[in-house]
């Protein structure tokens, strides 16, 4: 009998794990938009449920002051999870901001914005689930090069200012290495966290486009979610994934994940682009 594999919410990774086990001999059910069951249909999701061999829960904690769940699935569907293989997809936001420091698992968290995620992040870790904490999502049509494309992109004036990131591919991959491995928090991040900017101009320069001007906050006009974006410094360490999971991202910076990308959308650009420098990384 195939393996099978329950998602809560599919959208753009849990997609990417879906098709990739689907075509490891998994049968895959899900909720969602483009799942195939509805969340709220109570009955065919219990039944599906009791013949998965694992779970895999991308939905986010509801809004914190609305009356909403911290976590509609746990709220719903948590008796229902017992003797499951738990997998949650949360973020790295639960570390809150870290001056630009490293962070690994054994940081604290709660501390930050994303009150609810950790919260949430915590529960399932409770159950005993895996826990994939998530930086920027990037990868096929959800990149930099779209926005610098579209003349979204922004560059602002943050000296000092990081991100970490990965491409949803590694993701996939980090999430499969894991279904059989122990329980417990693991950061999925690339090798080299680096300023927005420094995403920015990789990408004009590999569309050979010009670079967006370098503004402040206030000037840039950025949205309550971007700020808060901004508002946060940290570094995410990846060591745990790949000694426990023998975890390899494909893109280990940044710059390996953009060529790619650029090849697939722009392949005569990436043909002309300058080639990397040996030993450049995320």
């Given at each position: 009998?195939?393996?099978?594999?329950?998602i809560f919410?599919?959208g753009?990774?849990?997609?990417v794990?879906a098709s990739r086990?689907?075509a490891?001999g998994?049968e895959?059910i899900?909720t969602?938009?483009?799942g195939?069951?509805s969340f709220?249909?109570?009955?065919?999701?219990r039944?599906?449920?009791?013949?998965?061999?694992?779970?895999l829960?991308?939905v986010?904690?509801?809004s914190?002051?609305?009356g909403?769940p911290?976590?509609?699935?746990?709220?719903r569907?948590?008796?229902?999870?017992k003797?499951?293989?738990?997998?949650?997809?949360s973020s790295t936001?639960?570390?809150?901001?870290?001056?630009?420091a490293?962070?690994?698992?054994s940081a604290?968290?709660?501390?930050g914005?994303?009150t609810?995620?950790?919260?949430?992040?915590?529960?399932?870790?409770?159950l005993?689930?895996r826990?994939y904490r998530?930086?920027g999502?990037?990868?096929?049509?959800?990149?930099?090069?779209?926005?610098?494309?579209n003349?979204?992109a922004?560059?602002i004036?943050l000296p000092?200012?990081?991100?970490s990131r990965?491409h949803?591919?590694?993701?996939?991959?980090?999430?499969?290495?894991g279904?059989?491995?122990?329980?417990?928090a693991?950061n999925?991040?690339?090798?080299?966290?680096?300023?927005?900017?420094?995403l920015v101009?990789?990408?004009?320069?590999l569309?050979?486009?010009?670079?967006?001007?370098?503004?402040?906050?206030?000037e840039a006009?950025?949205?309550?979610?971007?700020?808060?974006?901004?508002?946060?410094?940290?570094?995410?360490?990846?060591?745990?994934?790949?000694r426990?999971?023998?975890?390899?991202?494909?893109?280990?910076?940044?710059r390996e994940?953009?060529r790619a990308?650029?090849?697939?959308t722009s392949?005569?650009v990436?043909r002309t682009a300058?080639?990397i420098?040996s030993g450049?990384?995320r």
């Amino acid at each position: 009998m195939p393996k099978r594999l329950f998602i809560f919410g599919l959208g753009y990774t849990a997609r990417v794990i879906a098709s990739r086990l689907s075509a490891q001999g998994w049968e895959v059910i899900s909720t969602g938009r483009e799942g195939t069951l509805s969340f709220e249909d109570a009955g065919n999701v219990r039944l599906a449920l009791a013949d998965a061999d694992h779970v895999l829960s991308s939905v986010p904690p509801g809004s914190e002051g609305r009356g909403e769940p911290l976590d509609p699935v746990l709220e719903r569907y948590g008796d229902a999870l017992k003797g499951k293989a738990l997998s949650y997809l949360s973020s790295t936001g639960v570390y809150g901001d870290a001056g630009g420091a490293w962070v690994d698992e054994s940081a604290p968290v709660g501390t930050g914005r994303r009150t609810a995620r950790a919260e949430a992040d915590g529960e399932w870790l409770s159950l005993g689930a895996r826990v994939y904490r998530l930086p920027g999502i990037y990868g096929p049509g959800r990149s930099v090069l779209d926005r610098v494309r579209n003349g979204r992109a922004h560059r602002i004036d943050l000296p000092g200012q990081v991100f970490s990131r990965v491409h949803v591919e590694d993701i996939a991959s980090g999430v499969i290495a894991g279904l059989e491995r122990s329980p417990g928090a693991y950061n999925l991040a690339d090798d080299l966290p680096c300023s927005q900017n420094t995403l920015v101009e990789e990408a004009c320069r590999l569309l050979g486009l010009p670079l967006p001007p370098l503004q402040s906050v206030e000037e840039a006009q950025l949205s309550a979610m971007a700020r808060g974006f901004y508002a946060e410094n940290r570094r995410v360490a990846n060591g745990k994934a790949k000694r426990v999971l023998g975890w390899t991202p494909r893109f280990p910076t940044y710059r390996e994940g953009l060529r790619a990308l650029s090849a697939t959308t722009s392949p005569t650009v990436a043909r002309t682009a300058p080639e990397i420098a040996s030993g450049d990384q995320r």
